[in-house]
């Protein structure tokens, strides 16, 4: 029988060392509430929240590998990371609360880490989502890959590595861009993450009233190029098929409202 397995990581209160990010526990919990809500496909799965100190390095890595490396075939994975993300040689670390300035490449978790998990995962659907700067690192890039248009390349030919159907990896920025927040609204949250929940609200939603793989990733591009300047999020993976996530029982109004907006 297939499982829904989803992994829900977001630190905001870092140690001092670290600059904290008001919202992102917040949103987190949130997309874990959402996930287990009786209109989403988790809800009778195994929906798995970390934030803030729980979120360590060990505990994190030990949550994806779980996450990913148990699941089969006809499982559906969902897996959500947000907080800080740096460059440390070259290489892409996301930050989790333990982290240690100056010791990044031991204490942080590498990206390329999490995308051998996600290439080695046995299921055929697949979803990560990452919320913070340079999260796109997550995709291999030559030098001179210095251009959108480039990078754009890269990505599509990337696609083979994914192995299956249905597996995806959406970056909120590219992996020389930073993941950036609106100015308006009294706590801040990522542009990336205030689309993924819209969506998953029901703003992706398709003629068929449900949030598909396809809807949201479409979704969320499409708003955060048209609100965020200078931060292009990027994919990598392929689909076949539609893959419902998330589903209402009624036709929602579509017209699209922004937190802040007047």
């Avoid at 949130?30 to 979120?55: C, H, K």
């Avoid at 148990?70 to 996301?94: L, P, Q, W």
């Avoid at 300047?229 to 076949?240: F, K, L, N, T």
Wanted: charged share 25%; net charge neutral.
């Amino acid at each position: 029988m297939s499982k829904q397995r989803a992994l829900v990581v977001g630190v905001s209160n870092y140690p001092p060392a670290f600059t904290s990010l008001p919202g992102v526990a917040n949103d987190a919990r949130e997309m874990a509430t959402l996930l287990g809500s009786p209109q989403s496909r988790f809800r009778d799965g195994e929906v798995a929240v970390l934030t803030d100190a729980e979120a360590t390095g060990a505990a994190v890595t030990e949550r994806l590998a779980a996450t990913l490396g148990s699941a089969e075939k006809d499982d559906t994975v969902f897996v959500y990371v947000a907080g800080h993300g740096t460059v440390v040689n070259k290489a892409y670390y996301f930050l989790p609360h333990d982290a240690v300035r100056g010791r990044i490449p031991e204490t942080g978790l590498p990206l390329a880490a999490l995308r051998d998990l996600f290439d080695g995962c046995g299921s055929r659907r697949v979803f990560v989502w990452l919320d913070f700067c340079y999260s796109g690192g997550i995709i291999e890039r030559t030098p001179e890959a210095d251009h959108v248009a480039e990078e754009k390349e890269i990505i599509e030919r990337t696609l083979r590595v994914a192995k299956g159907s249905g597996k995806l990896i959406v970056a909120a920025c590219t992996a020389e861009q930073t993941a950036k927040e609106p100015k308006y609204g009294p706590v801040k949250h990522g542009f990336f993450t205030l689309a993924l929940l819209d969506g998953l609200r029901g703003k992706a939603a398709n003629s068929d009233n449900e949030v598909t793989a396809s809807s949201l990733y479409e979704y969320v591009v499409k708003r955060v190029e048209s609100e965020s300047e200078d931060q292009c999020p990027v994919m990598v993976g392929h689909m076949q098929g539609s893959i419902v996530l998330y589903s209402g029982p009624r036709k929602l109004d579509r017209r699209v409202s922004y937190r802040g907006g007047p």
